[in-house]
């Protein structure tokens, strides 16, 4: 026992450290220093002073309130959650092989395997084809988690945050954290499957400091903007192809005219093509929230971690009661 505790502690203790220390995690602290530099060049270029700037980013409002409380504490629980749940979950390598021996099975080895494409013509494809069927695997679970109400009981966690900080992303039900867990390892086996398949060793990625040049280009430029309060907006043309901090604000807004808007974590196409696209409205003030009305109690981790077994049990259960209904007055 007292070695399980040794090993989850220190597991637990380099986890949590790696979470901002790591370049592969979106909260690396670089990339967090990266987005007060332009979230206060922003602010600076809309016509506020660098103090008022500052202020705004780093208001005791936003950043010790309720709200962003429950954020950290989430960050704190989830990583012991998950620590312990890991061992559980399907890893991308069985993923992979399994495709790799399907395609075998099926169609046996391509006739030019390994010399279809030149080296960088392959990892290129790889990484491009990576990244758009992870973001596009982002957005599609994504629209499920609104649409369909038992995945939103869920999922409500995440949006009744109140104010938006960087930890706001890691604002996930536990139940969430497992079906994106899932999500990522599918994206991943069923990619090195289907190009080791094709092109074995030559698969690999273009990276910078570990992670997926895009992915990388993505956080430098300021994605942990999109949880915050700075409203960065692009050109209308630019946000039915991207989504713009703004944007993802908008996905938290309480107006109902925002409610399953800007799925999309880094494109803003599949919106676009799935009719789910708001372009930002600069200068629009928005609150954040699941409604505008305020639950007492709802920043408690009772509340965020319980409420949504209560609210998902109560959806499964309608139908059969209806059922039963149905069957005792026949």
């Not at 993923?95 to 080895?109: I, K």
């Not at 090195?192 to 570990?210: E, N, P, R």
Request: glycine share 6%; with cysteine.
């Amino acid at each position: 026992m007292d070695s399980f505790l040794s090993t989850f502690g220190s597991d637990y203790l380099n986890g949590l450290i790696e979470t901002f220390s790591s370049p592969r995690k979106r909260l690396f602290l670089g990339y967090v220093a990266i987005a007060l530099v332009i979230g206060l060049v922003w602010l600076r270029w809309q016509g506020k002073t660098l103090k008022t700037a500052l202020a705004a980013m780093l208001s005791r409002e936003i950043w010790l309130s309720a709200s962003a409380r429950a954020d950290y504490a989430i960050v704190l629980i989830n990583r012991a959650l998950f620590l312990l749940l890991s061992p559980l979950l399907l890893g991308q390598l069985a993923v992979a092989t399994w495709l790799y021996f399907q395609l075998f099975d099926h169609y046996g080895l391509p006739p030019a395997a390994g010399t279809l494409l030149p080296d960088w013509a392959v990892v290129t494809s790889f990484t491009l084809w990576f990244f758009l069927l992870d973001d596009f695997a982002r957005y599609y679970l994504h629209r499920l988690l609104h649409r369909w109400p038992v995945l939103w009981a869920f999922h409500k966690m995440h949006h009744s945050a109140r104010v938006l900080t960087p930890l706001t992303v890691l604002r996930t039900h536990p139940v969430e954290g497992l079906l994106f867990s899932l999500r990522s390892v599918l994206v991943q086996g069923l990619s090195i499957g289907l190009f080791k398949f094709f092109f074995a060793s030559q698969v690999d990625l273009y990276t910078v400091l570990g992670v997926s040049v895009i992915v990388f280009g993505f956080n430098v430029a300021g994605s942990n903007l999109r949880h915050s309060h700075v409203p960065i907006h692009y050109w209308p043309w630019l946000e039915k192809i991207l989504i713009s901090p703004a944007q993802h604000q908008i996905h938290h807004s309480t107006d109902v005219r925002h409610f399953d808007t800007n799925f999309g974590a880094v494109l803003a196409v599949w919106d676009w093509l799935g009719g789910s696209l708001h372009r930002s409205e600069p200068g629009r003030a928005l609150e954040f929230g699941v409604s505008q009305r305020k639950e007492p109690g709802e920043q408690t981790l009772v509340t965020l971690y319980l409420q949504p077994f209560k609210a998902a049990a109560k959806i499964l259960i309608q139908p059969l009661q209806r059922c039963w209904k149905g069957l005792r007055y026949r």
